[in-house]
């Protein structure tokens, strides 16, 4: 069973973080939803209170398969500011675990000096901010070895189904797509 981190920030994005944990959970991986602070309680850019599972602080990356960053603007400026997550993002990725961000989240992994040289994609208007050329509108999901990216709200499920294919397997994902009636 794999095990994933999707830590949360204040300011994150609650359809976002809810389908990925929603879609992994239902696929058999082992979600595990950690608050950037000491507080489990979490709050959206909408308002949406989360208890997370853990702290960051009590998260041992060693037993990690992969970490997806959930959007939202000030949740990935939360992100960002995480000393403890980016360590932990740079181990996993030393050891080509996935790396996963959607909506502005990806300029994250770009602060944390995951994008360079790959493809990406993100939230139309983030790329601004991010130095790499790669930038790619043409598709709702992409894969550059180990580093996935998406759009935003609207491609949640696509890239909650596109991560579960790769950490499961594409038979779990499409037996569990047909059960949530998605087309």
């Not at 770009?110 to 901010?129: A, H, Q, R, S, W």
């Not at 491609?155 to 569990?176: D, G, H, P």
Request: aromatic share 6%; hydrophobic share 45%.
């Amino acid at each position: 069973m794999a095990k994933v981190l999707i830590p949360l920030g204040k300011g994150f994005e609650e359809l976002e973080a809810i389908s990925i944990i929603d879609v992994l959970r239902r696929v058999g991986c082992e979600v595990v939803v950690a608050s950037l602070n000491d507080s489990l309680e979490v709050i959206s850019q909408g308002g949406v209170k989360v208890i997370a599972d853990a702290s960051l602080r009590e998260i041992d990356e060693s037993s990690l398969d992969a970490v997806v960053f959930p959007g939202g603007w000030e949740g990935t400026q939360n992100l960002i500011a995480s000393s403890e997550l980016k360590e932990i993002v740079l181990k996993l990725h030393s050891n080509h675990k996935i790396i996963a961000a959607i909506c502005a989240a990806p300029l994250a992994l770009f602060k944390m000096g995951m994008l360079e040289n790959c493809d990406f994609t993100c939230y139309p208007g983030i790329e601004k901010n991010i130095k790499n050329p790669n930038y790619k509108i043409s598709k709702n999901v992409i894969q550059s070895e180990n580093i996935i990216t998406s759009k935003g709200p609207a491609t949640a499920l696509e890239f909650a189904f596109y991560l579960a294919e790769i950490l499961v397997s594409k038979q779990k994902a499409q037996e569990i797509k047909e059960g949530m009636l998605v087309s």
